[in-house]
């Protein structure tokens, strides 16, 4: 059974960079064609799709977000990451790391991980 | 961005009724070349992740019991829940993945009457 688990800080200074990485397991990040990708929920509030990669290193990102964000993949560890720039308060969200369903980019989710808070705080 | 919009935003239905969560899309879904619309649904419990219930509009995620079902074409679907459970009580999100970005409607809060 696939299973994504994210880690990384739960508390980010305002400008600084939010960094988390998903670890796949259960299945391989190179297998058939999925993208892998991070989604985010403010405390309270819906859901925002931030971008997805291929194990290649194709990347879509939500241009809202794409002046900030760089997703990458490590595929010796079967891992991706997700780097968010300039950080302020709105940023604080659950972030959720995700498999695609088809092999598209932005494509509707069937996995997801369960998620783990980072506060934007000083 | 294509935007989604849900209604209502809140929804109380009594243990077996029937609940009825509308999604509206700005633009159409509706993919001519293969007549598919590119609308999913999700479920979001308390402190989980959203799991998927619907795709293709209509199509159950393999383990969705069938008293869960989508309908709708082009800009205006619906999902309906008929004999409503007390584990039914989530959010409910609807989703395009038309174009990208992918964009969800704001959720519905669905609670037992």
Redesign the interface.
Same mark, same amino acid.
């Given at each position: 059974q696939l299973q994504l688990q994210e880690s990384g800080p739960g508390l980010v200074k305002p400008s600084e960079t939010l960094s988390l990485t998903c670890t796949v397991s259960g299945g391989s990040i190179r297998s058939n064609s999925y993208y892998w990708g991070w989604i985010r929920q403010p405390p309270g509030k /819906?859901?925002? #799709?931030i971008g997805t990669i291929y194990y290649s290193g194709t990347t879509?990102y939500?241009? $809202?977000l794409k002046s900030r964000v760089t997703i990458s993949v490590d595929t010796s560890k079967n891992q991706f990451s997700l780097k968010l720039s300039s950080v302020t308060a709105a940023d604080t969200a659950v972030y959720?790391c995700a498999k695609t369903?088809?092999s $598209? /980019? #932005? $494509?509707?989710?069937?996995y997801? /991980?369960? /998620?783990t808070l980072v506060t934007v705080s000083s | 961005?294509i935007v989604m919009t849900q209604s209502p935003d809140s929804l109380a239905v009594s243990l077996g009724e029937r609940a009825t969560i509308n999604c509206k899309s700005s633009q159409s879904v509706l993919y001519s070349s293969n007549n598919k619309n590119y609308l999913?649904w999700y479920q979001q419990k308390p402190g989980?992740?959203?799991?998927?219930l619907i795709?293709w509009a209509s199509t159950r995620?393999s383990g969705v019991p069938d008293r869960f079902s989508g309908s709708g074409s082009g800009t205006d679907f619906t999902l309906t829940i008929s004999g409503l459970q007390a584990e039914d009580v989530a959010v409910y999100?609807c989703?395009q993945?038309y +174009? +990208?970005?992918?964009?969800?409607?704001?959720?519905t809060k669905l609670e037992i009457k």
């Open positions: /819906g859901l925002e #799709w879509y939500n241009p $809202s959720y369903a088809l $598209s /980019g #932005w $494509s509707f989710t069937d997801w /991980g369960q /998620g | 961005d999913a989980q992740p959203p799991k998927l795709y995620e999100y989703q993945h +174009s +990208s970005p992918p964009t969800f409607g704001q959720g």
